[in-house]
């Protein structure tokens, strides 16, 4: 379920991107409404990865301005951006030594979270391993890990990275089914992808 401030929608104006002396990207504009998802594709090294991070904060853009709607007004603040934000990334951020069970708790504490972490790692497949060390996972099991973290999040703006890696045909339709949950409670998804997203979306080339 999506808790937290409503978001309206995000809008990208005239984006330029670089990277050291390369552009990456320039001329980007989109608008991504609530309960809408948006595939962002192209070739490898286009700039996918870095629109994620431009969005999520973590670059500047070198030109153009991203407004982030609410019922209370427009804002193009990338730290109250970031507070809306749950981002899958391709680090896991997982900490070996704790297991499956405690690391969603601790993620689910940082996010002040009310969502029963237990019910969360049965819908993610990964009950039985609520209590393995988080070094004994999978590649695939700990990006089902990942996907419960953004549960229990609570975050409108989802910004995934390839979301579909490392996950068998079962993983792929079970993020399609989450991505769809989520739009469907209105939310927002932006997903960097070679492959379909597996539900009605819009998309852009880089």
Not at 26 to 47: D, H, K
């Amino acid at each position: 379920m999506v808790v937290g401030r409503m978001i309206t929608s995000l809008t990208a104006e005239k984006l330029a991107c670089a990277r050291g002396d390369r552009i990456l990207f320039e001329g980007l504009s989109f608008r991504v409404e609530a309960g809408q998802a948006l595939a962002v594709e192209g070739a490898n090294g286009a700039g996918k990865t870095s629109l994620l991070r431009l969005i999520a904060g973590f670059l500047s853009p070198r030109e153009g301005r991203l407004l982030l709607k609410t019922p209370e007004g427009e804002s193009s603040d990338s730290d109250e951006r970031a507070q809306a934000i749950g981002w899958l990334g391709h680090h896991d951020g997982l900490k070996p030594q704790l297991t499956v069970g405690e690391q969603l708790k601790s993620f689910a504490q940082l996010y002040r979270s009310t969502r029963d972490t237990d019910a969360v790692l049965e819908e993610l497949g990964l009950a039985r391993q609520k209590d393995f060390p988080c070094r004994f996972l999978s590649a695939g099991q700990r990006r089902r890990l990942a996907l419960a973290r953004l549960l229990v999040s609570g975050r409108p703006l989802w910004l995934l990275d390839e979301p579909f890696a490392a996950l068998d045909k079962d993983g792929q339709a079970l993020v399609a089914r989450l991505m769809a949950l989520h739009c469907g409670q209105g939310g927002l998804v932006i997903a960097a992808t070679h492959e379909p997203l597996g539900l009605s979306n819009a998309s852009i080339r880089l």
